[in-house]
């Protein structure tokens, strides 16, 4: 069971736009800011997203994040074939006093 | 280019210990913080443990608190998990992941490629 609530799944067809919601509380999302990571098979883990709706430099802008209350959401605009990857958002709880990810959402690009 | 390379992992029966190593370069190792971030079989992420960048802040997961330690030799830019009392639950990837910054809590923004450990008699 995870600290932070993510859909198990998600998907769209290419060029479609697609949002995965990230759930959390007042002690996590509620008072820190949140990353997302994409993680392809067979490959290591990357930063997509972080400080709630920053790109790292080289991740297209197609990928875009956001944060209202206890609450945080990945959106992807011009779903590509390579899109296909699970993507976990993540922050600091401050009750735990660690840092926390969702359970992942798995994309398929129908 | 930022380089983190694990090594360490295999096959180990249930009890027993393994050391887990990471070599960085191309970047300032000592001015970051470092982090052990593992993905069970079938499972999602799930944060380890991880260490400022002097190693003044230490924190561990509840699931290994007390059987894992990990450390830093600044002068050598590498990480350790030392992994004890091993567990099946244990098995996973385990990635060395660096921190955005100096502190914990800061994004992660670079991972290596990872090291398995299987858990198994």
């Known amino acids: 069971q995870s600290v932070l609530t993510q859909p198990p799944s998600a998907s769209g067809t290419p060029g479609q736009r697609v949002t995965i919601s990230c759930s959390g509380s007042?002690?996590?999302?509620?008072?820190?800011?949140v990353n997302w990571y994409q993680h392809l098979p067979g490959t290591a883990p990357k930063l997509l997203i972080y400080?709630?709706?920053q790109r790292p430099s080289g991740v297209p802008d197609r990928f875009s994040g956001s944060k209202s209350g206890t609450s945080a959401s990945l959106a992807i605009r011009g779903l590509q074939s390579v899109d296909e990857a699970d993507y976990y958002c993540?922050?600091?709880?401050?009750?735990?006093?660690?840092?926390?990810f969702g359970g992942g959402t798995k994309l398929n690009v129908l | 280019e930022v380089q983190l390379v694990e090594s360490g992992g295999g096959l180990v029966k249930p009890g027993r210990s393994l050391r887990l190593s990471c070599a960085a370069s191309g970047f300032i190792f000592a001015d970051y913080a470092m982090h052990w971030v593992r993905e069970a079989p079938g499972k999602g992420l799930e944060w380890v443990s991880g260490?400022?960048?002097?190693?003044?802040?230490?924190g561990y997961a509840d699931s290994v608190k007390g059987r894992f330690t990990i450390s830093r030799d600044n002068a050598k830019n590498s990480l350790s998990l030392q992994l004890y009392s091993l567990r099946a639950e244990d098995t996973a990837f385990y990635y060395c992941?660096?921190?955005?910054?100096?502190?914990?809590?800061?994004?992660?923004?670079?991972w290596g490629q990872g090291t398995m450990v299987t858990v198994s008699s």
């Open positions: 400080s709630n709706n």
């Open positions: 993540a922050t600091w709880d401050d009750s735990l006093n660690v840092p926390v």
């Open positions: 260490l400022s960048w002097n190693g003044g802040t230490i």
């Open positions: 007042s002690s996590n999302i509620g008072s820190n800011t």
């Open positions: 992941v660096k921190g955005s910054d100096s502190s914990v809590h800061d994004a992660f923004d670079m």
